[in-house]
């Protein structure tokens, strides 16, 4: 299954909202995970079952979709949000993950 | 506290074999699904495969012939080996417990003679 994220890149300022689309080439269901990448830190799973919220994800995450497309939106962006942001899905094998969405400070 | 470590050889000639362990602490390999992942210049972030809580295994295809999954349950370790290594093997190798809940930092795996 090809995933396709966009966009690549994503400048926003603090207290903004974005959103990040992944498109999936044929149905995964609702069995779609979004990651967070920072330098240095380990990656942080946000966003399970195309919409369920992991432990310790703060509530301005939100996910949403099924079938083919989904969307991550982050509202009232902070500081400690800018960061790479993927998506992978594993509705089948093998997994596959978006190419990612870098989110910059405007 | 779960915690996960990867340790590897940062260097390896083409030709040659891989080898990296994941060490994790804080749950119990026979309790949850290890995954490896790895992220390439040229692919971004591949899933290699991953060995089950009861020790089977599953592999992606752009792999398997070369790669092979294992654990060692008493010593807390999943080890990782593929063969046959390219320059496009260059890349971050991580582990990764269950769906992803947790990761590991990462090892820096160079292929380059």
């Known amino acids: 299954v090809q995933m396709t994220q966009s966009p690549s890149y994503l400048a926003a300022s603090p207290g903004e909202s974005v959103s990040i689309s992944c498109k999936a080439s044929?149905?995964?269901?609702?069995?779609l995970a979004w990651y967070q990448e920072k330098p240095g830190k380990a990656n942080k799973l946000l966003i399970h079952?195309?919409?369920t919220l992991q432990s310790g994800t703060p509530s301005r995450f939100s996910g949403s979709g099924s079938g083919t497309d989904f969307t991550l939106t982050i509202r009232s962006l902070e500081s400690e949000d800018f960061a790479v942001y993927y998506c992978?899905?594993?509705?089948?094998?093998?997994?596959?993950f978006g190419s990612g969405t870098k989110l910059e400070i405007k | 506290q779960v915690q996960l470590k990867e340790t590897g050889p940062g260097l390896v000639q083409p030709t040659q074999t891989l080898s990296i362990t994941c060490t994790v602490s804080?749950?119990?390999?026979?309790?949850?699904?290890m995954q490896w992942v790895r992220q390439t210049p040229g692919k971004g972030l591949e899933w290699m495969g991953f060995?089950?809580?009861?020790?089977?295994?599953e592999y992606n295809s752009e792999f398997k012939s070369r790669l092979s999954i294992s654990r060692d349950t008493s010593k807390n370790q999943v080890f990782l080996k593929m063969n046959s290594l390219k320059t496009e093997d260059t890349g971050v190798y991580y582990c990764?417990?269950?769906?992803?809940?947790?990761w590991g930092q990462g090892v820096m795996v160079t292929v380059s003679s």
């Open positions: 992978q899905q594993y509705n089948e094998y093998p997994l596959t």
């Open positions: 079952s195309g919409s």
């Open positions: 060995i089950r809580s009861g020790g089977s295994t």
């Open positions: 044929k149905s995964i269901s609702n069995n």
């Open positions: 990764a417990r269950d769906r992803g809940s947790h």
């Open positions: 804080g749950f119990s390999l026979t309790s949850y699904y």
